[in-house]
Structure formats: structure tokens, C-alpha cells
């Protein structure tokens, strides 16, 4: 497992477990929402479509998702009885879960570096001297 000081680690040495496990991106969003508080399957749907980036998510996707966390250690659940209606499911993140969102973090930051570089790039190849767009673009 990743110790705190591997948190500022950019490298592949930081969470190997996970080396190439970042799968979907409604993964790391359920994840990031449980971080911040337990919740119910609903008030998860909730939540994730407070954004635009992951707006509409699919009930059924989300509940695979929280069973298939629970199974590999990143979730845990119980029943909430309290109150009145059904018992529901609360999930709550898990240290396992925490490190596997940091996994997605640096994952993301890769990511966004490469794509910054691509960019730049692209940027450089397609204007000409006084930021004129080459024709040959």
C-alpha cells in the first residue's frame, strides 16, 4: 500500500497494486463522493449528477460498481434501518479505497501532462511566426 509519503510521488513505484486498474471514469467520481461522506445508492446518483461530467449516470452501472468495489475491498456497506421506509445500503470509502483514488489521481495528472505536451505541440506545429495559422495545418 501507498504510505503517506508516497502521496507526493508522481512515479510508478507509488500504488503499484493499481498499476493498470484505472478503468471508466464514474469510478473515480463514485470514489471521490464517498470520500467526502458515507451515502445511500440514491443520494450517490445524486450527487454525481450535481456535475456535468458525469451527469445521467446509469442506477445499474453505479450499484455493479459499489458491489464490485465491496468485493475488492474499496467500499464497505451496511444497512441504515433508521428512520422510516426500507432499510437502504450505505457505502462508505474504505483506507484500500482511498489509496486506489489516489492511484486515479496520479493517473489523471500523467494524463493531463501528456495531453498538455500533445497540445503545446500541436499548438507549435500549427502557427506560424505571429501566431498566424500555417496553411499547411
Known sequence: MCSGQDRDHEDRECC???AGRVRGFLQPWILLQLS???AHGYELLERLSEGEDVANADPGFLY???RGFEEEGLVRSSWDTAGSGPARRVY???D?????LHAWAVHLR??????????????ALTTGEGGERDVRA
Do not use: C, K, M, V
Open 110 to 123: 500523467r494524463t493531463r501532462d501528456r495531453l498538455n505536451r500533445f497540445l503545446a505541440d500541436y499548438e
Open 16 to 18: 503499484p497494486q493499481f
Open 96 to 100: 484500500l479505497g482511498r489509496e486506489y
Open 64 to 66: 455493479r460498481t459499489l
Open 92 to 94: 462508505a470509502i474504505t
Open 36 to 38: 467526502r461522506g458515507s
